[in-house]
């Protein structure tokens, strides 16, 4: 899975195309909505003449479905209650409405991650048993990079550095002794406190051999990034 995940950063990277990244979904803005202080979000669409009463659900970074308090559902009867309750409330709605075509739909909202999709797709299965006409995917908005690393080389193409640089915090140099080990470790305890943990800037100076690329984008990999975006070189004249 490492080696086909490389290969496509390093298309990305050669044909300079300017990023590459996993699992992304455009968020979807409904045209009005309203709510109430305990009922779902009722979504208007008067130019295709129909009503959508959207139920807006979330899930946490573990996957977990959070009810209105923001209490994480563990057991699947206890998602399949709540999703009930949610659909008979929709659809009371729906039925106050007329002369439109009604449907009660539900936007699940949470996080981008494969670790997701397991739960996700549960979700989806339960909500549409119990009568939802659709389930949309929506991740939040992505985040802003924050961690960047330059890859600077020597006269023949070794790899003689890796900076690293968090946002709000000075560079990191890692030599090119033992750097896999040291980029490893620091790219670990960097990303356990960062809201986005997906993705690495990289800049990779025009000199470097795309074997040194391969073994930093590999160990970027196993620290648990999966996206990955590219500047241009920097002018160098070694």
Known sequence: MCSVRIFQVLAVFCLAAGQWSVGATDPVK???ATKDASGPIIVELPA?????????LRINEK??????????LK?????????QSLHEEAKKQAAKVKGKESAVEVILRGPRGDHLKPAIKEITQLAEKVGFASVRIVREPELPVEVTLLMKSTKDGALEQVVVTRVGQKPVTLSAEKWEEALGKHLQTLRKNMKNKEEIQSTVESQLK?????????????????????????????
């Open 30 to 32: 409904p045209l009005h």
């Open 48 to 56: 295709t003449g129909r009503s959508s009463y959207d139920v807006e």
């Open 63 to 72: 996957g977990e479905l959070l009810d209105k308090a923001k209490v994480a």
């Open 75 to 83: 057991t699947t009867a206890d998602i399949s209650r709540y999703l």
């Open 210 to 238: 795309y074997l040194f690329v391969v073994g930093v984008v590999d160990v970027c990999l196993k620290a648990g990034f999966e996206a990955f975006s590219f500047t241009p070189p920097p002018d160098t004249s070694k």
